[in-house]
Nanobody, 122 residues
Framework: QVQVVESGGGTVQAGESLRLSCTAS????????MGWFRQGPGKQREWVAT???????EYAPFVKGRFNISMDNAKATVDLQMNDLESEDSALYFC????????????????WGQGTQVTVSS
């Protein structure tokens, strides 16, 4: 079982920055990818960014070069540096860990955090 906990949310002004952090803990063989999603008021959850354990990252088009995702495999953490925040970025941000577990026969699973709130005022 893997637990995921996010931190770092808060309230900022438009144009400012925030850094979100996420830690995965528990029993797993390997983290495959870690990613960030968000859900704004009255909206569906949407993908923000993903990074593989090899360091390959991808971003949603709306990021437009403003965010940077980084992962520390040894610490099982992923950070999301968000710059030049806009009011549209206000949302509950969730972290997801995709991992392998087992012994001999490995299985793949995912774990989600409870979310951390980001509010951007204009």
């Amino acid at each position: 079982q893997v637990q995921v906990v996010e931190s770092g949310g808060g309230t900022v002004q438009a144009g400012e920055s925030l850094r979100l952090s996420c830690t995965a803990s528990g029993t797993f063989v390997r983290l495959n990818t870690m990613g960030w999603f968000r859900q704004g008021p009255g909206k569906q959850r949407e993908w923000v960014a993903t990074i593989t354990n090899g360091g390959y990252s991808e971003y949603a088009p709306f990021v437009k070069g403003r965010f940077n995702i980084s992962m520390d495999n040894a610490k099982a953490t992923v950070d999301l540096q968000m710059n030049d925040l806009e009011s549209e970025d206000s949302a509950l941000y969730f972290c997801k860990a995709d991992y392998l577990y087992g012994w001999g026969i490995y299985r793949r699973a995912e774990a989600w955090g409870q979310g951390t709130q980001v509010t951007v005022s204009s």
